[in-house]
């Protein structure tokens, strides 16, 4: 079982990226958001992998830049009728913490916003969802009849980190590329200031 891939991005298309680890090439199915975050063709790159087969297309990879997300991706694909393109079309409009909120509002319009996902399937994700972790964030529905607002999850480091650098003129797009690199060279446990300085390096590079 592949769970992480470390190794040089030799190409990046369409709904996938190839990966060069020591010289075998990994075809890796990625989300447009996962995909649009990756660093340049050339750079060494990182993605958390979700392996699945099915009798219709044998085995594939999945890649994600977060535990969380491949967390999230594994959660959906236990709802019946959530396959892996419905699954990363989600992801692809509501990162984890944005789905949890989503599903603690029962905001099954937010969820059909996916491609491929109907009104059943988005009501399907929501009541499913109730109550499940998706990554380090997790609501519980509240008592029939009662309505409770659900709180809203903790700050990341890399919220934050992003903050700071479109505070400084960055633009997000640049700024999300920035801090995803720093985390991948430093581990998710980073601190927020130690962040912002590798941030500063891969933007200055």
Known sequence: MIGRLRGVLAEVEEGHCLIDCAGVGYVVSCGARTLQRLPAPGDEATLHVEQSWSAENG?????????????????LLGIQGVGPKAALSVLDVLP????????????????????????????????ELKGKPLG?????????????????????????????LLGLGVAEVNARRAV?????????????SAVIRAALQELGR
């Open 180 to 192: 995803d690199q720093a985390l991948i060279r430093l581990g998710e446990d980073a601190d927020l």
């Open 59 to 75: 085995p594939r990879l999945y890649g994600f830049l977060t535990r969380d997300e491949r967390r999230a991706f594994t959660t």
């Open 96 to 127: 984890p913490g944005e789905l949890a909120s989503a599903v603690a509002r029962e905001d099954k319009a937010a969820v059909g916003r996916a491609n491929g996902v109907g009104p059943k399937l988005a009501l399907r994700i929501v009541t």
């Open 136 to 164: 380090d964030v997790s609501f519980t529905p509240s008592a029939p009849g009662v309505h409770v607002e659900a709180t809203a999850p903790a700050p990341s480091v890399t919220g934050e980190a992003v903050s700071a």
